[in-house]
């Protein structure tokens, strides 16, 4: 009766089940985790939560507190429940109807159930066990007597006359109950680390459910902004669609009302024209001296300048539009939409290393091979045919040849330095061996002040200087882009290279005094 109460208290009240990892709510009821989790999740579109027992209710999702208490009193009750049932083993004596066996006797070979045990021989010989319907299994298969010790040199179970006179004599020996606890005690010590491991692992999941919720508050939010964002751009465009129609067609409008003022003034002039020859032909002098409007007939400069300054401004029009402008723009405002992927998808650490094996022998690389400074001694480092003999120049030991991915290096301890990327086949000896002196390679340098990109030795003058000390350099293998950026704030792009590439790709560094580090890199999952 006590364990059926014992267990009516051990009940989840949602799945009526066995708690299975319990937590509690603020006000103590406690829960299976996924059962209350999947409560709550029902619950999320009411505008409110409650506890499934006495419905106290919160405006947000309560927090979820591990019962550890709880968890240990459910262990221990289900580990001290006999499975009789299931094990199938029932009382020998017991023959009107079957009763599940609580002991079995090896001496006797039978199973006893509570009734029959307390009556049944109490002698050494008789040796209990749990019920089992394999007894041959717990005696000696050459002897035919019950395992009684353990032997440690054979790692097998024996019986009194194995030790005695058997193949084990002399053996060190244990009893099964000594061996038993030895190894009991190996497994509650896994069983320990089990358990911590999996509390860690709990407070993982719970912690990446709490990251969850908040990350998913957040993109509602941020969805809305983009969304208006977005909406805004499409308005603003649409907006500078129709305008510059409008001016499109608004230019041969214009030629049209110029043709009709013209052809008016056309037919004015051919007014005059035919009232002129008309006067021209009379043969009666008081007649045509009488004419009142030959002032006006004769004022033939009648807003002419006003007429040719229109007519050569619309003639040398150069077609109104710079179309080629506009296109430059919005193919650049493509370019920089494209770019917005390295911060929208880029996830993942790509770790940069530096190859020593590569490094000018005037080039100290770091311990953690992310720092490369130049030195004033030869570091006498073992010749390779990969190291670079002419310039000071060191490649990452990773090579790239898929996906989009960006690394990031601190150039202010130095003022003359070139950062890139190239082909594992670049040269390693004279001019040509430089990043960005060759095809193989592309790259941004600085030289005091000045700042350019560099490759096939045609040099590109950047407009302005870099605004922060760190540079990030992007590369989009598949589709043939290696981009820098100025990483102040907002990130400022300053030039990107395209071509098809067909080789893997390594970062790159040259550094004529001071030291390059490198901060970070990523790649898209």
């Known amino acids: 009766m006590a364990s059926a109460n014992l267990r009516a208290e051990l009940e989840c009240s949602v799945c009526l089940n066995i708690y299975t990892d319990p937590v509690m709510l603020r006000c103590g009821h406690n829960f299976c985790r996924v059962c209350i989790d999947r409560v709550l999740d029902t619950q999320g579109g009411s ?131 000594e061996a038993s606890e030895k190894k009991k005690e190996t497994l509650r010590n896994v069983l320990q680390k089990f358990l911590i491991k999996r509390e860690e692992t709990e407070e993982r999941v719970q912690s990446l459910q709490e990251h969850r919720r908040k990350v998913e508050e957040e993109a509602a939010g941020d969805t809305e902004r983009v969304t208006a964002l977005f909406r805004d751009l499409r308005r603003r465009l649409e907006d500078l669609e129709k305008r510059i129609l409008r001016e499109i067609s608004g230019r041969a409008e214009q030629i049209s009302i110029s043709i009709r003022d013209l052809e008016i003034k056309k037919e004015e002039l051919s007014r005059k024209l035919r009232h002129i020859e008309e006067l021209c032909n009379m043969t009666d002098p008081l007649t045509v001296l009488q004419e009142s409007d030959t002032g006006d007939l004769c004022d033939t400069e009648d807003g002419d300048n006003e007429d040719r300054e229109r007519h050569e401004e619309l003639l040398h029009d150069g077609g109104g539009l710079d179309v080629d402008g506009i296109s430059h723009t919005i193919h650049t405002l493509s370019d920089i939409i494209t770019e917005v992927n390295v911060d929208f998808y880029i996830q993942g650490a790509a770790d940069i290393l530096l190859d020593g094996n590569t490094a000018h022998n005037y080039l100290h690389i770091s311990d953690d091979r992310k720092t490369v400074s130049r030195s004033d001694r030869k570091q006498n480092p073992p010749e390779t045919p990969e190291r670079f003999q002419y310039y000071y120049q060191v490649m990452s030991s990773r090579s790239f040849s898929s996906g989009r991915h960006y690394w990031e290096v601190d150039v202010g301890g130095s003022d003359r330095w070139r950062v890139g990327m190239c082909y594992p086949s670049i040269e390693r000896r004279g001019q040509q061996s430089v990043i960005g002196r060759n095809k193989k390679s592309w790259g941004l340098d600085r030289s005091g002040n000045q700042y350019s990109v560099i490759h096939d030795s045609k040099s590109i003058p950047l407009p302005t200087n870099l605004s922060s000390k760190r540079v990030r350099i992007y590369l989009d293998y598949e589709a043939g882009r290696i981009s820098f950026y100025d990483l102040c704030d907002p990130i400022r792009h300053l030039h990107t290279f395209t071509t098809t590439f067909t080789e893997p790709l390594h970062a790159g560094i040259w550094v004529l005094k001071g030291c390059i580090k490198i901060c970070g890199g990523k790649r898209e999952m």
Do not use: W
């Not at 999702?61 to 240990?72: E, K």
């Not at 045990?117 to 002698?123: E, G, I, Q, T």
């Not at 007597?145 to 004599?169: A, N, Q, R, W």
């Open 47 to 177: 505008g409110g939560y409650s506890c499934p027992e006495c419905r106290e209710k919160s405006q947000d999702r309560p927090a979820l507190h591990r019962n550890i208490t709880l968890r240990n009193i459910v262990e221990n009750f289900l580990s001290a429940q006999p499975d009789r049932e299931e094990s199938g083993v029932f009382c020998t004596h017991c023959v009107d109807f079957p009763v599940p066996a609580v002991r079995s006797c090896l001496h006797c070979e039978v199973s006893l159930c509570d009734k029959h045990l307390r009556v049944h021989k109490k002698s050494p010989e008789h040796i209990l066990c749990d019920p089992t319907l394999s007894m041959e299994s717990r005696k000696c298969s050459v002897h035919k007597e019950v395992l009684k010790y353990f032997c440690s040199k054979d790692h097998t179970y024996v019986c009194v006359s194995c030790c005695l006179i058997g193949e084990h004599k002399g053996h060190e020996m244990e009893s099964l109950d």
